[in-house]
Structures are given as structure tokens and as C-alpha cells.
């Protein structure tokens, strides 16, 4: 049993320290994931994942994706070795990827951002 919708999924599982079990991502619903035991109950969840995604989405008066419309999410920085450093210290001690650590960072500081444009 596929994800409604058609969007194109990711299932991976999870550490032991995370709590075990599988994640599911959906790269074209910012933020849409959810959780199981197992790969079929990640993607049961999932459904209901994308449908909450959806129904939030439409009540923000937000444009909805279709499958496959976004781009794919990667890009390569060239950064100083000193910041390259700090983040991976930051990120071992938060216990999650670098990659992971960086995506919120930028998530965070864009939010911030649009928040302050829609206060002027």
C-alpha cells in the first residue's frame, strides 16, 4: 500500500536512541513525515500525514505541490573549515546529522526572517 496523492517517499529506519521503528518523509510536503514499528504502519501513518499536511495546508490559504514540483532539496556550500568544524561539534552534541543540524538552522533563520517581513 502506496501513500495517497502519489508523492514520491522516503522510508528509512530509525537508531535505537530515537526510538526505533521507521520514518517516513515526504521531500515535496515540507515537514510531512510521521512514524511506525514497522515499514507498513510508517506508511499507513504517512497517509494520514499527507492528508493532515494537506488540509493544514489548504485552511493557511497555501499553494499545494504536485508530486515531483519542488526541486530536490540538495546543494553543495563551500564553507570555512573553522564553521565546517563548529557545526560538526554542534551536531555531535545535539546527536543528529550535520545535514539535519543545518536544514534547521536554515528552516529556523528563514522563518525568522519571513516573520519579520510580514510584521512591516
Known sequence: ???NFDYPFELRPLE???GGGWLIVFPDL???MSDGETPEEAIVNG??????????AKEA???IPRPGELPSGKFIARIPRSLHARLTARA???GVSMNALVSAFLSESLGRREG????L
Open 47 to 56: 497517509r494520514d500525514a499527507v492528508a493532515a499536511w494537506m488540509a493544514a
Open 16 to 18: 535505537k536512541e530515537d
Open 116 to 119: 519579520a517581513e510580514k510584521a
Open 92 to 94: 555531535k552534541q545535539e
Open 61 to 63: 490559504g497555501r499553494e
Open 1 to 3: 500500500m502506496a501513500p
Open 30 to 32: 515540507p515537514g510531512c
